[in-house]
């Protein structure tokens, strides 16, 4: 792979579409190596496979390489960025380079969607900081729409060329139009209430409908304690009722708080907050506690979507 060029103490964002494993390690190994001999750290967080194929020809560099699983560490796509942020926090004066790959073809349509996103966010959350970042996408497996999103989300493209600017990348339109739009309606079986205050009841339905669709004690425990920081949210944000609607699906329990409020920063829930009390922190705690959470918000008011699977 030919180096990507940006301009020093910037952050460059790039694309690598490939088709076949040879392909793969040539860009990521291309890429990683460049840094290595320039004494840069590298992070690299792909799914567990490829991860096993890089850690063994990284080998020789250690203490200079660090890894993780992406299928844990970004199970959900909001605790990348802060993961990422805290290692480049650790090494303050150090250049980094961060290969990243949140996207593989067996992620349910919800995640690709949030997977997306959080490309797309993380241009916002790392603006202005000196680190390289390399994400794979692999065209062979991958719908041709995701490879058509992460054109959207990646100021540069590389495809078996020259890192190019990409054509379809715009900072004024943020996320592709697909995963920015107001979620679908709960099914018409959802349990749902209203409250406007009472939050020990919003509690006491979330229990029992997480428990009756077969969430374990602990899981319902962080779902409850979700639940309640949206709930105080609207009670804190808003002059009117929110709606709650729990409901089960094969493999988890979903449940969805919305109400009239309006949520002005993307990135909320995706960094950690000071350690205050408010939106950001509450938002915080529910990203840390789900499997998945999907945000939609405008001026009809806020979708926030949790996502809690069920143990095996």
């Not at 990422?84 to 250049?95: H, L």
């Not at 495809?159 to 600017?165: A, L, S, T």
């Not at 077969?214 to 304690?225: H, K, P, T």
């Amino acid at each position: 792979m030919r180096d990507p060029a940006a301009p020093a103490g910037q952050l460059e964002h790039a694309a690598v579409f490939y088709a076949a494993e040879h392909e793969y390690l040539d860009e990521v190994l291309g890429f990683a190596g460049a840094g290595l001999d320039n004494g840069d750290l590298v992070f690299v967080a792909v799914p567990g496979p490829k991860l096993g194929l890089l850690r063994d020809r990284l080998a020789g560099w250690a203490g200079q390489v660090s890894f993780a699983d992406m299928t844990q560490m970004g199970a959900n796509p909001a605790w990348i960025i802060p993961r990422v942020r805290a290692f480049i926090d650790a090494n303050p004066g150090r250049p980094v380079r961060y290969v990243g790959e949140p996207i593989w073809e067996t992620r349910s349509a919800a995640e690709l969607c949030e997977a997306t996103r959080h490309e797309a966010l993380i241009n916002l959350a790392l603006a202005g900081v000196p680190v390289r970042i390399l994400c794979p996408y692999d065209t062979a497996r991958l719908d041709p729409g995701i490879i058509a999103n992460a054109e959207h989300t990646h100021p540069v493209v590389i495809r078996g060329e020259r890192p190019r600017p990409s054509p379809a990348y715009t900072e004024a339109a943020m996320f592709p139009a697909e995963c920015d739009q107001p979620l679908p309606s709960p099914p018409a079986d959802a349990a749902a209430c209203t409250y406007r205050d009472g939050l020990a009841q919003v509690r006491a339905f979330t229990r029992d409908h997480a428990s009756k669709a077969g969430l374990s004690s602990r899981r319902a425990d962080d779902l409850v304690i979700a639940v309640h920081e949206l709930a105080a949210n609207t009670l804190r944000h808003t002059s009117s009722d929110g709606t709650l609607s729990i409901w089960a699906v094969p493999g988890e329990v979903v449940c969805q708080v919305q109400d009239s409020g309006r949520v002005s920063d993307p990135l909320v829930g995706r960094r950690r907050p000071a350690q205050v009390a408010g939106l950001g922190q509450g938002l915080w705690v529910v990203h840390q506690l789900c499997d998945l959470v999907e945000l939609r918000t405008g001026t009809d008011g806020t979708t926030i979507r949790l996502h809690m699977r069920l143990s095996p």
